[in-house]
């Protein structure tokens, strides 16, 4: 007998009857006579402050929304995820991050084993490298020091150690050896070129972090690097008994869930670090993949971030779905992709440090719920993940805010920003214009949500305005405030977004841990490569793309 899909349930029906009685409702109406909205719709867990007023919805809309959660087995799904059953169904295998933010005295038993002992001897090894790296005793080839370490990787084997590498460089540690990091993902070798261009070879080291370790685009970069060490670091010191096996073992770094690609490879054994198939790409910087960021703030700090995630997941497990960070996050998003037609969310940092945070959201939510598959092979009879993008909210302001309040697409936003910065800045005179900085920031934060909520009504104007200059507001957003930027605090940030990415998988009932929709690209990327080289026909090529393909052989010409 086949069950009912979700849209076919009880409490979306009921849902989908009250949002035809909220469409109508500005939401500058709900705050009318609401004095206490603010404090009723705002939660808090760890270090983080959720405020929830700014969504279109009433008691009645969350009463009804947590309905949805119940009936769509939110609490056992969430159960599921943590006790390491095989969620990841397209793919047979549980889907472990959570595992990587586990205490050392914790214990995890999946499938007959233990994880937890894995995971921190995967963290001790890291532990050992950082070590080695930060006493200046990882050495080149020719005798040198480390000192610029880049990673080759893409998607989420680049964008998470990206973005927390960047959120965390004032916690670097002090009295170490530094060590540069960077970052090249392109295929197109650009990144890399760039960084070849100025490194000095006998002092970069390149970390391969690919989980299948087939990525092309990490594996045509590796590629270079490889050719440019061995060139450069064997051409001028071969007396010095520098041959390609030692600069292979000195030089090279791999991270994957494939030890025998890493060896066929030629990366070192002692030098690779292992993770597992049940940790997905975009969620994997807890571990392995996270040597990057170790390197930058140290393994203390790194320990840190992986505390913050865990109180996030203590929360996500304990709290009772009224007061559940994730699930109410996810909730707001339901109500406006499913119930208000409102399918473009966008992420807005206000505090630089999290330039990157965007940009791996877009992975983190579009990859694992741009779906339209039901775990049972159905089609979808609605929308699922929204179209997500964002960049620094006071850069974007003059960007794309002008759509947001004058265009004719409604948004959802998430205001992201911490209460607290550069109150430890030393120089009193510096302290005290920073500290004025970054409340202005805030002002600004705070006063974009406002008019995207109140609209006109935001003004305090007399006489009428002319239609050109008028706000209609009525933009749905979510406030995030850090009480400051810490590892600890980024960390609860980031299982956030995870937990919620996933409470929304469940209620549409799509698998958020696979991504079949990019394999299909990889794959026509090759053939279209063996015609580009002239190895393949281009007979059967469609016609717009075999006029692009001679396009280039024409230029190659000249
Ligand atoms: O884009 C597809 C994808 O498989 C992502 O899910 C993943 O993060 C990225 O490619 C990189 O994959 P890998 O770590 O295997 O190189």
């Known amino acids: 007998m086949t069950h009912p899909t979700i849209d076919q349930r009880d409490a979306w029906q009921a849902l989908a009857a009250h949002a035809r009685e909220m469409r109508t409702t500005h939401l500058s109406e709900l705050f009318t006579g609401a ?101 200046g005793q990882w050495r080149g080839a020719t005798g040198r020091a480390i000192r610029d370490v ?38 197109d070798g650009s990144q890399l070129a760039d960084y070849l261009a100025r490194l000095n070879p006998e002092t970069t080291l390149f970390v391969l972090s690919s989980k299948s370790f087939t990525t092309i685009d ?9 050719d440019w060490l061995i060139a450069r670091l064997m051409g001028e010191n071969r007396e010095e008994g520098v041959d390609a096996e030692l600069v292979m073992r000195q030089h090279f770094i791999g991270v994957s869930a494939s030890p025998e690609k890493m060896n066929d490879w030629g990366i070192a054994e002692e030098h ?21 960021i170790a390197l930058v703030v140290g393994m203390a700090h790194f320990r840190e971030l992986l505390a913050g995630a865990h109180a996030m997941d203590r929360h996500f497990s304990e709290a009772k779905l009224a007061d559940n960070l ?14 208000l037609d409102i399918r473009a969310h966008s992420i807005l940092p206000y505090d630089g440090r999290l330039e990157f945070f965007a940009a791996y959201l877009e992975q983190l939510e579009m990859e694992s719920n741009g779906k339209s598959v039901t775990h049972d092979g159905d089609e979808v009879g609605y929308s699922t993940c929204p179209v997500l993008w964002g960049q620094l909210g006071p850069n974007a302001q003059h960007a794309f805010y002008q759509l947001l309040h004058q265009g004719t697409q409604s948004v959802e936003c998430d205001f992201i920003a911490p209460k607290v910065r550069y109150d430890d800045v030393e120089d009193p005179a510096t302290r ?61 940030l980031i299982a956030l977004y995870e937990h919620k990415v996933f409470v929304q998988a469940t209620i549409w009932d799509i698998n958020p841990f696979d991504q079949w929709g990019v394999e299909l690209g990889k794959k026509i990327a090759g053939e279209t490569q063996r015609i580009l080289e002239h190895q393949a026909d281009i007979a059967d090529m469609d016609d717009s793309t075999r006029g692009l393909i001679e396009a280039v052989w024409a230029a190659e010409r000249g």
């Open 35 to 135: 004095p206490g909205r603010h404090a009723a719709l705002t939660r808090r867990a760890a270090g983080l402050t959720l405020d929830l007023s700014k969504q279109r919805w009433r008691d009645e809309t969350l009463d009804r929304l947590l309905d949805l959660a119940r009936e769509a087995e939110v609490p056992e799904a969430i159960r599921a995820l943590l006790a390491g059953e095989r969620v990841n169904r397209s793919e047979d295998r549980p889907a472990l991050h959570t595992a990587l933010r586990l205490p050392p005295e914790a214990s995890l038993m999946v499938e007959g084993e233990d994880l937890v002992p894995s995971v921190h001897a995967t963290l001790e090894r890291m532990a050992a490298m950082v070590e080695r790296f930060h006493a």
């Open 150 to 187: 880049v990673n080759l990787g893409v998607g989420g084997s680049d964008l998470g150690p990206l973005m927390v590498t960047h959120a965390l460089a004032d916690y670097r540690p002090e009295g170490v050896h530094t060590i540069d990091v960077h970052f090249a993902s392109t295929m």
């Open 218 to 226: 990490t594996l045509s970069n590796a590629r270079t690097a490889r």
């Open 272 to 292: 690779q670090l292992e993770f597992w198939e049940w940790v997905g790409g975009r969620y994997s910087l807890w571990g392995a993949i996270g040597l990057p």
């Open 326 to 339: 994730p699930v109410l996050l996810a909730l707001a998003g339901i109500w406006n992709v499913n119930f």
């Open 432 to 492: 005290d214009h920073l500290m004025g900085q970054h409340r202005l920031t805030l002002a600004n934060c705070f006063a974009q949500s406002r008019v995207l909520m109140l609209g006109d009504e935001a003004i305090d104007e007399d006489g009428p305005r002319p239609v050109h200059k008028r706000y209609r507001g009525n933009q749905p957003s979510s406030t995030l405030l850090l009480d400051r930027l810490t590892p600890a605090t980024l960390g609860a």
